[in-house]
């Protein structure tokens, strides 16, 4: 056999000898994503195998732990450099010999198309394919529309393309995106053999565009196309690039192989140039850049291998899922043995669920429920390297827990409070190592939403602030550093575009037109579905413990007050803003609450007036816009994108919009400020603008400006 030396087609792409097979490498750290000097490598690795006739087979490999994950993010806004990829991905396509893809680790994106021109694909344990370009107002533009329903199916094709989710090597082979499954893991290893055993078997170049979908199976293509289209308003509803994808893909059944790749292109260009596509690559980086805190590039963060958690109730027991999920041991604490059943219950209530929906096998359930032990003294969190305080949202209540965990946990160990609102600075205060104390705000269910708020005093040590982060990513969790205020980033924030939606409401405004304008925008919920949700009662205890410190030239509305009175706290008492009947996850209108607003509107001395659904959003989300840009300048925020990072995750901003301070720069910051000006003719002590966003609007400037570095 013939080796021959390491030939660099570029200084990202070798290629060398294995007697008749030419074995391509990337090596473009740390997940060869597919910048241009990759493509040029490959394309320069293609022509080279074509032109030696002693080369019988091309073997295309990843360096490291991946094939290849997709497009350089480098590149993301920039203007694009020859090759594209598609050009690549014909080019390998076309080649003469036989061409195989070893798939390990990940091939996300433009990694799979380019797996897909290659004419066969052998997948290690453990690979993830994907095609997650809608996740950023995209579509495969390098063939990927056209090639994957020729070896998957129509409909297969489309769950690929619309979920965007990775799904592993067994599944892949089951759709025949690959075609054998190695159980080896050195990608050289299994792929040279597999190689050597094309050569010996003589198989043919197996060019994708040359399959076509069975006559026998276009009925069944077409009624998963019509499916596809059905779902656009219900799964995709605002998108623009789900009803791109799916033209794409109907390509295959109507257009020759050439024509269906000029009409993916061209749907590709036109996701290119929407807002949509610019403020899902804002999100994409906008979470990333979060975890990039002063603290963390300070200090490296403590071990945590033991977690307690003080509390079983509706959170603590989320909160106890989610680091079961991780795999980290937990020690729950409950006052009384009864409190402490109740919280067990919740824990298992959850994984059970995930069973009967077939989520989780009952095997995976009993051994993440083996992790998971409880007490009623709180010495049994003396070992604990972590422990958060779940328990109700009152400060003597919190503080008597914090003097139990400062008395037995050990010396080093975290000492984080889960609150929504409540002074962490104080709380610290009350303890004799203030440095451990730092605030763990998770969002309800805590083993399902992304958001963690991870709230930072005064005298916390940097090194516990980098072990929340750690914590975060070791729960899959989206981190936000928050400074300490009356409900930190988010929920500050949702108090005030809350008070808005409250004034709208008392000026002649519906509860049912506010959350159907603001569904329309994009939200999953409106304000008062959102209340109705998470109880009335909740809000009502808030506003009663902040009636002593309320601004008296504010207005105050009193009409979720009136409610409440009556005991109409949303889903769990079966009436709120709505009314939920016999049970019902889904509200009703309900008549009587219009005839109390009707009557509180009175009391106000308030003539109700039209408002059209513009006006409720220019008013609701120049609020939103407005207190983000406090937060910001207060330094409760690092910068713009973590406000926008907090409020796509953990109060359902649509993502294809960016969060609410990348809209403000998309409709522009002079817009947002001159709507506030102009809402303060009839309430200027509510509509008192940012001066931050004066700043910036005097100086041209938008609020992605203070995104950079050094900037502000």
């Not at 005991?567 to 939920?580: A, P, S």
């Not at 816009?625 to 926008?644: H, K, M, T, Y």
């Not at 969060?659 to 809402?679: E, K």
């Amino acid at each position: 056999m013939t080796t021959s030396p390491q030939r660099p087609t570029s200084d990202v792409v070798t290629s060398r000898r294995e007697g008749p097979v030419w074995v391509v490498t990337i090596h473009y750290p740390p997940v060869n994503a597919l910048g241009v000097d990759v493509r040029r490598g490959l394309l320069a690795a293609i022509e080279a195998a074509d032109h030696d006739a002693g080369i019988q087979a091309v073997l295309l490999l990843g360096a490291g732990r991946h094939f290849i994950a997709g497009a350089d993010i480098r590149e993301f806004g920039q203007p694009p450099q020859a090759p594209l990829l598609a050009d690549v991905c014909n080019r390998i396509e076309a080649c003469t010999k036989p061409v195989v893809a070893v798939i390990h680790g990940s091939a996300l994106g433009g990694g799979l198309e380019v797996a897909l021109a290659a004419h066969y694909r052998l997948a290690l344990p453990g690979a993830q394919f994907a095609l997650p370009e809608v996740t950023l107002g995209l579509l495969p533009g390098a063939g990927g529309t056209q090639r994957a329903p020729r070896l998957t199916g129509v409909e297969a094709a489309l769950n690929l393309m619309l979920d965007g989710k990775p799904i592993g090597a067994t599944k892949a082979l089951a759709l025949q995106l690959a075609d054998r499954l190695d159980s080896g893991v050195d990608p050289v290893a299994a792929g040279l053999a597999y190689a050597r055993e094309l050569i010996v078997s003589r198989a043919p170049v197996r060019p994708t565009r040359d399959r076509q979908i069975a006559a026998t199976d276009v009925p069944a293509a077409r009624q998963a196309l019509d499916a596809a289209r059905a779902a656009l308003g219900r799964q995709y509803r605002g998108l623009f690039s789900p009803a791109r994808i799916i033209d794409a893909v109907q390509a295959v059944l109507d257009l020759p192989f050439d024509d269906g790749l000029r009409l993916e292109r061209d749907a590709f260009l036109q996701c290119l140039d929407t807002p949509q596509r610019q403020a899902l690559i804002h999100a994409f980086f906008a979470e990333r850049e979060a975890a990039k805190v002063p603290e963390a590039g300070r200090a490296q963060p403590r071990t945590v291998n033991h977690a307690g958690i003080v509390g079983g109730g509706t959170m603590g027991a989320g909160i106890a899922v989610a680091m079961l999920d991780a795999g980290l041991p937990v020690m729950m604490v409950e006052r009384d043995a009864p409190s402490l059943a109740r919280g067990q219950a919740n824990v298992a209530k959850v994984y059970d669920s995930q069973v009967k929906r077939g989520r989780l096998d009952a095997a995976e359930r009993d051994r993440r429920l083996s992790l998971w032990s409880g007490a009623t003294d709180y010495q049994a969190l003396a070992d604990a390297d972590l422990v958060v305080e779940a328990v109700f949202e009152d400060m003597a209540v919190k503080a008597a827990v914090f003097a139990e965990l400062d008395r037995v946990c050990k010396p080093g160990a975290v000492l984080a409070s889960n609150t929504s609102y409540l002074d962490i600075d104080r709380l610290a205060a009350q303890v004799s190592r203030p440095q451990d104390v730092i605030g763990l705000h998770f969002f309800s269910p805590a083993n399902v939403m992304k958001l963690l708020e991870i709230v930072v005093p005064d005298q916390v040590a940097d090194e516990v602030v980098s072990t929340g982060f750690a914590l975060a990513r070791r729960l899959k969790k989206i981190a936000v550093r928050a400074g300490v205020c009356d409900g930190f980033i988010g929920n500050r924030m949702m108090a005030v575009y809350r008070q808005a939606a409250d004034y709208l409401l008392a000026d002649g405004a519906s509860p049912y037109q506010i959350d159907q304008a603001v569904r329309h925008f994009g939200f999953p919920m409106g304000p008062y579905q959102i209340m109705d949700l998470a109880g009335g009662d909740i809000g009502w205890a808030t506003r009663k413990r902040r009636a002593a410190t309320r601004d008296p030239n504010l207005r105050y509305v009193p009409i979720a007050d009136r409610l409440c009175e009556r005991g109409w706290f949303g889903q769990k008492t079966g009436r709120g803003w709505y009314l939920y009947p016999d049970g019902s996850r889904s509200g009703q209108e309900d008549p009587e609450v219009l005839a109390i607003v009707d009557q509180e509107r009175r009391k106000l001395g308030l003539t109700p007036r039209l408002f059209t659904e513009e006006d409720i959003l220019r008013r609701y989300l120049a609020a939103m816009i407005n207190e983000g840009a406090n937060v910001v300048r207060q330094g409760i925020a690092l910068r713009p994108l973590d406000v926008d990072v907090t409020m796509l995750y953990g109060y359902g901003f649509p993502r294809y919009r960016g969060g609410p301070m990348h809209y403000a720069d998309q409709v522009g910051l002079d817009v947002i400020l001159a709507d506030i000006h102009a809402f303060a003719a009839q309430d200027p002590h509510f509509w008192q603008p940012s001066p931050l966003l004066v700043e910036q609007v005097e100086r041209g400037g938008s609020f992605n400006d203070l995104n950079r570095p050094g900037q502000g």
